[in-house]
């Protein structure tokens, strides 16, 4: 049985495993530097954690999918509807997950970055639990996105493509932003996004 | 000075740098097994690369970025202008870099990612000598496009956000395709990218 106490304990070391991983990636990542980090007394990790650091990462991996999730759909918890944001335009909601990516760049000096970009590229040939649990934080962000593109008239096959293709380009507009130390790429995307929702008549069928 | 064989040591050490950072990221990689994948003698490493490691993953950075650079260019080394590729459209050289990473995926059973992209997200708040390498090859990869664009008719600033914006989205669906195990998210951003061309005017400007 984990108490309150331990559940408070385990919750600080899979968030200080994300922090890091943001940051230094998941091979520079030490569990000594994580424990550390949570603050955590030793050994608590392996009784969290009974396998270890694969299973720290995927649960890592698990929050920052839900974290981010949650900007697109606008509830505590990512889920694949879009309840939550239906009275939002779709550009809104991009913009708000832009915006809210620019800050975490900006507020952290462009030292974090994305734990599941990182975790697939490290780990994609080594684990399959940490890439299957990657492909599962790329889904529930591409999922909400394209039903929100669905509830605004968009036929599904349509809204799929836009969607992944909106998550790859955020995705890898974070990475040339942490390179350039700029957001301008970030901002790009953003661009790009309006201009594929006006072609494809999304905030026009509204 | 190195002779002809020493520059071929230095450049399979470089060469082998880049394959292990592609499969296992900058971290992950260990200099031992970078001296034996490359089949080079032990103690060359620090004779052709006396700063160690991060000297030779700037090389495997500046190489990944001549490589890619050279699918937009159509030229052996990356230049900054599209004079190669003048006679293609640029959906047409955008989408022969879709086939090639599509290729590069499957023929690795995606084990295979992008060097400059996992290096900016484990090194870049370490090593500000990465970072740059890594700033540089987007750079290079953003510059021909841009030049592209403007060669075919867009104006210098819509130009460059929308090269920015394609780069991001080709270097995120990298990403995206092998945590999915699918080229169909990069299938899904050269279907993205036709669309902003076409939204763009850009090859009804040719």
């Known amino acids: 049985m984990v108490g309150t106490k331990g559940a408070e304990t385990s919750s600080r070391l899979a968030e200080s495993m994300l922090e890091l991983i943001q940051r230094h990636g998941y091979s520079g990542t030490g569990l000594n530097a994580v424990v550390e980090h949570a603050g955590a007394p030793k050994g608590s990790l392996y009784f969290h954690f009974p396998q270890g650091k694969e299973e720290l990462g995927e649960r890592a991996v698990e929050l920052a999918?839900?974290?981010?999730?949650?900007?697109?759909?606008g509830s505590s918890t990512a889920t694949a509807t879009a309840t939550a944001s239906a009275s939002a335009t779709v550009g809104e909601v991009l913009g708000r997950v832009i915006d809210e990516l620019a800050g975490m760049l900006e507020g952290s000096d462009f030292q974090l970055g994305c734990p599941v970009s990182v975790v697939t590229l490290e780990m994609g040939a080594e684990s399959e639990r940490l890439r299957g649990a990657c492909a599962d934080a790329f889904e529930s962000w591409i999922a909400p996105v394209s039903e929100l593109l669905v509830a605004h008239g968009r036929p599904r096959t349509v809204a799929r493509v836009l969607a992944t293709a909106v998550v790859s380009m955020v995705e890898g507009a974070v990475i040339v932003s942490r390179a350039q130390r700029s957001t301008d790429p970030l901002r790009c995307?953003?661009?790009?996004?309006?201009?594929?929702?006006?072609a494809q008549?999304?905030?026009?069928?509204?």
Chains 1, 2 share one sequence.
């Open 65 to 73: 999918a839900a974290r981010f999730g949650s900007l697109v759909t």
């Open 189 to 198: 995307a953003g661009q790009a996004i309006d201009v594929l929702l006006a």
């Open 201 to 206: 008549g999304v905030e026009a069928s509204e």
